[in-house]
């Protein structure tokens, strides 16, 4: 069985609470729930943090005991060098994705400081944004 690591960066423990019109409704614990029904032959792991530190802690582990992490660093996706490192430091293919499509939003959201290191960049299309990283994962280890 396939092992995917999904990680949640700063204040996505909001979503579904907070600016539904950017984020939408639903939280994130009960999107998992839907994303384990959806692929029953995948091990989905899940951690969300609003620390740095804890973020790269778990992409050194991830990194190395699963098969893919799909990454929503959030806010740090814009500033860390620390997480561009982190990934590049480990093996598994990591995919960045957001929920929001963020060329359509500020300028600083326009540049990301990790995508150098990812496999791939999904944005723009909500929660779904998640399922299409898991997919890409899949599809780079057919
Ligand atoms: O669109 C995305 O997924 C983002 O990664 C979300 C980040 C933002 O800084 C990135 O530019 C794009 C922000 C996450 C904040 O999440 C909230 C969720 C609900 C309510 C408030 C914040």
Redesign the pocket.
């Known amino acids: 069985m396939k092992t995917i690591q999904i990680i949640n960066?700063?204040?996505?423990n909001?979503?579904?609470?907070?600016?539904?019109d950017?984020?939408g409704t639903q939280g994130f614990e009960s999107y998992l729930e839907q994303l384990r029904l959806r692929y029953p032959d995948l091990q989905l792991r899940f951690m969300q943090s609003n620390h740095e530190g804890d973020l790269i802690d778990c992409i050194h582990e991830a990194g190395y005991a699963c098969d893919g992490i799909v990454l929503?660093?959030?806010?740090y996706?814009?500033t860390s060098v620390a997480l561009l490192d982190a990934i590049k430091a480990v093996p598994a293919p990591v995919v960045e994705?957001?929920?929001?499509?963020?060329h359509q939003?500020e300028d600083f959201?326009h540049h990301s400081m990790i995508s150098a290191g990812c496999l791939g960049v999904i944005?723009g299309f909500g929660l779904d944004?998640y399922r299409l990283g898991i997919e890409a994962i899949i599809k780079h280890q057919a």
């Open positions: 960066g700063p204040n996505l909001l979503l579904g609470r907070r600016e539904p950017i984020y929503n660093a959030g806010a996706t814009h994705v957001h929920i929001s499509n963020v939003r959201r944005c944004s």
